[in-house]
Nanobody, 123 residues
Framework: AVDLVESGGGGVETGGSLTLSCAVSRFFNGRWPSMGWFRQAPGKEREAVASYSKSGRTRYQDSAQGRFTITFDNLKNALYLEMKSLKPEDTATYYC????????????????WGSGTQVTVSS
């Protein structure tokens, strides 16, 4: 099965932390150039948050730089997004994706999507 399953979302107060997880099915088994986290707030376009390349290189959206950390666990075959110092503007549905480019920084580069997990940050 081609599955990306996110978890770990929830409600936190401003300044709080959350770690999102994305379980990646064995179908992919390393056959991905890059993976990433995206988010979409109501009425807004889906935007890239963080990218993880197969080489281990990472890239972050400016607003995520310094607060979010993307990692991949080869043994668990899972992608993570550790989020700290959360702000109300981080409220969105977060999606993990597999991209065909070296970096997963555009929704147009995504070939596979998870169904999303909601993050709500209250002020």
């Amino acid at each position: 099965a081609v599955d990306l399953v996110e978890s770990g979302g929830g409600g936190v107060e401003t300044g709080g932390s959350l770690t999102l997880s994305c379980a990646v099915s064995r179908f992919f088994n390393g056959r991905w150039p890059s993976m990433g986290w995206f988010r979409q707030a109501p009425g807004k376009e889906r935007e890239a948050v963080a990218s993880y390349s197969k080489s281990g290189r990472t890239r972050y959206q400016d607003s995520a730089q310094g607060r979010f950390t993307i990692t991949f666990d080869n043994l668990k075959n899972a992608l993570y997004l550790e989020m700290k110092s959360l702000k109300p503007e981080d409220t969105a549905t977060y999606y993990c994706a597999i991209c065909g480019d070296d970096y997963c920084v555009s929704r147009y580069a995504a070939d596979y999507w998870g169904s999303g997990t909601q993050v709500t940050v209250s002020s």
